[in-house]
Nanobody, 122 residues
Framework: QVQLAESGGGPVQAGGSLRLSCVAS???????MNWYRQTPGQAREFVSS???????DYADSVKGRFTISQDDAKNTVYLQMNSLKPEDTAIYYC?????????????????WGQGAQVTVSA
């Protein structure tokens, strides 16, 4: 069974830092790994991505403060969040496109994690 598990969320004061991790299990490997976030009543929004070549992208609101990285060997993606602001408060979700083998076939699908709460107080 494929699972993306986020960790590293929690409460932090404005100006502080957190590092989110997302580990994919039950897969051969993952590529095109992303972070999204969502606040109550709002649509889920893109935060950052990293592709299989290591090319990264960021939402304008987090550029210069957040850094995405990956460990291919561990099927893990990280999001280092610095200079956090109250408006960064949200549930952060990991999204990844992964491949797995089943009955001799290679299957590719997109998966989401269950989310990690980040709360930044002023």
């Amino acid at each position: 069974q494929v699972q993306l598990a986020e960790s590293g969320g929690g409460p932090v004061q404005a100006g502080g830092s957190l590092r989110l991790s997302c580990v994919a299990s039950g897969v051969t490997y993952c590529f095109d790994m992303n972070w999204y976030r969502q606040t109550p009543g709002q649509a889920r929004e893109f935060v950052s991505s990293i592709d299989q070549n290591g090319i990264t992208d960021y939402a304008d609101s987090v550029k210069g403060r957040f850094t995405i990285s990956q460990d291919d060997a561990k099927n893990t993606v990280y999001l280092q969040m610095n200079s956090l602001k109250p408006e960064d408060t949200a549930i952060y979700y990991c999204k990844a496109r992964c491949r797995r083998r089943r009955n001799g076939d290679t299957l590719t699908a997109t998966y989401w994690g269950q989310g990690a709460q980040v709360t930044v107080s002023a």
